[in-house]
């Protein structure tokens, strides 16, 4: 018996309350692919045009593995449902979150199908992609057990638009995992215009957290600042947050906001941080942390994990994550008494 068979009507339940889910595991249901970098380019190359990058380097990729990575590595337990197909790239990602204590028993590998492979062109500042879906786009609600949810305390979805047969399929995922009593979080990671707007505003009465960046929050909100897409969107989701990269984050929850500054490192690769954002502001919204402490840790996971090329090389553990957050909190405390 597989998910699709035992869904229910769509309805919008309690759900349980925040801080309660920590030490459950989070199944994150979403897209596995390899990622290709070209890291240290001086400059994006245009049609014609060649540049030159300081390194080339094969790395888990996916916005989902990415985020299932940066959680598992801060302590928390982990399963992933997707597919991959028969090949090198395959085995490559499967062993990869094996390797990271990532539960892979759904991973699912097809026969005949191409893994999906990401190519990322990355400076110290931005990247760019080129994405062949492959595999990702053959993952569908009948490949999800109808028992997935059981033993678990959340739910992540990501990479909303490359995920073609399960996308029709996340409003369902939501509702159940919301009336099995899970959390739940989202994070688009694609481009928000026509069809797929609408289609993601449907989602949000069943998301706990929404995860979006600068471009993502005004393409879904309609609102041309930050501020104004975040408190617009926290009147769908139960709390709204917009990735600003090395500008910080804002939090926005029944149309109150906060804001909270980046954090300076030394980039290398910037390939992944918002998805590395994403794991610490869910770790400590497991753990019942207060928004600010959320965003204060999301901050300082995605800017840890540019410190090297690929999304996951550099991910923090707690150990690292609470050092760092103490050196800021010490240096915030210096500057005060030097004024």
């Known amino acids: 018996m597989l998910v699709s068979d035992a869904l229910g009507p769509e309805r919008i339940p309690g759900g349980r309350r925040r801080g309660r889910q920590e030490g459950r595991p989070t199944l994150v249901i979403g897209e596995l692919n390899v990622d290709l970098i070209a890291a240290g380019l001086a400059r994006p190359p ?24 940066g959680l598992r590595r801060l302590g928390h337990p982990v399963g992933f449902v997707g597919k991959v197909g028969d090949d090198f790239f395959g085995q490559f990602c499967r062993g990869q979150l094996a390797a990271l204590g990532v539960n892979t028993s759904w991973v699912r590998t097809t026969p005949g ?5 990401t ?29 997935a949810f059981d033993g678990f305390g959340h739910l992540h979805l990501s990479c909303f638009a490359l995920q073609k047969r399960l996308r029709p399929a996340f409003s369902r995922l939501l509702a159940t995992a919301k009336r099995q009593g899970l959390s739940t979080s ?3 990671n694609s481009s928000l215009l026509g069809e797929t707007k609408k289609q993601a505003l449907r989602l949000l009465p069943y998301v706990d ?34 990735k600003l990269g090395s500008k910080g984050a804002i939090l926005a929850r029944g149309g109150d906001a906060v804001v909270v500054p980046g954090r300076r490192v030394r980039a290398v690769d910037t390939t992944g941080a918002g998805d590395s954002f994403a794991a610490g502001f869910v770790s400590a919204f497991l753990a019942g942390e207060s928004d600010l402490a959320c965003l204060k840790r999301g901050n300082a996971c995605g800017a840890l994990s540019t410190r090297a090329v690929g999304g996951t090389a550099a991910q923090p553990d707690q150990k690292e994550l609470s050092n760092f957050l103490k050196a800021v909190a010490q240096r915030s405390v210096a500057r005060e008494t030097s004024r």
């Open 209 to 242: 957290v929404l995860f979006v960046n600068e471009r993502e929050a005004g393409e879904l909100s309609g609102k041309s600042s930050p501020h104004a897409a975040a408190k617009e969107l926290s009147r769908r989701a139960a709390c709204a947050v917009v």
């Open 46 to 69: 245009q049609m014609g045009d060649e540049v030159e990058a300081k390194s080339f380097e094969m790395v888990l990729g996916s916005a989902s593995a990415i985020f299932a990575s």
């Open 186 to 188: 989202f994070d688009p």
């Open 113 to 117: 199908a191409t893994t999906g492979v």
């Open 119 to 147: 190519l990322c062109l990355s400076t110290k500042s931005d990247r760019a992609q080129v994405t062949f879906p492959g595999a990702i786009a053959e993952l569908g609600l009948s490949d999800i057990p109808f028992d």
